[in-house]
């Protein structure tokens, strides 16, 4: 986790929205890291998770994700969750919750859903406090600013 808040770090270096994901694989490697890059290459759909999510795939010869676990400092969106069953990942664990934007504990509830193809084990609260005040300090930050 302490990878995934460095990564998120960074990313409010960057002025990006500051969230932080690191892939690990059943060894406890570090398969992928990265922060939100969703200014920086223009892309929307440039979360931190759908990085480390293909970069992972990519390292592993397009093995997916079963084995593998991914820590986030946010709850992830519907997309990423979404990405998440197509990537077969095993285990999420994530900082923040997101009442508003997230779809794991809020939102579509995408894992609870009945036709679900593949339910992630998800842990959410890690580090809980530290994550939403370095959400919070980013907001503030930018509206001041
Ligand atoms: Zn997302």
Do not use: W
């Not at 406890?28 to 759908?50: F, K, Q, V, W, Y």
């Amino acid at each position: 986790m302490s990878v995934a808040f460095a990564e998120a770090r960074a990313a409010a270096a960057r002025g990006e929205v500051p969230v932080g994901a690191v892939l690990l694989g059943p060894d406890g490697t570090i398969l992928a890291r990265a922060g939100n890059r969703t200014e920086e290459l223009r892309d929307p759909s440039a979360h931190a998770e759908m990085l480390v999510m293909r970069a992972a795939v990519q390292a592993r010869d397009g093995a997916r994700l079963s084995d593998c676990a991914l820590y986030v400092t946010l709850e992830p969106c519907p997309m990423c969750a979404a990405a998440a069953v197509h990537f077969r990942v095993g285990r999420i664990l994530f900082g923040a919750y997101d009442p508003k934007g997230g779809g794991v504990e809020h939102g579509p509830r995408l894992f609870a859903r009945r036709d679900c193809l593949h339910r992630p084990e998800t842990i959410g609260g890690l580090r809980e406090r530290e994550a939403a005040t370095m959400l919070r300090g980013f907001f503030r930050d930018r509206r001041d600013g």
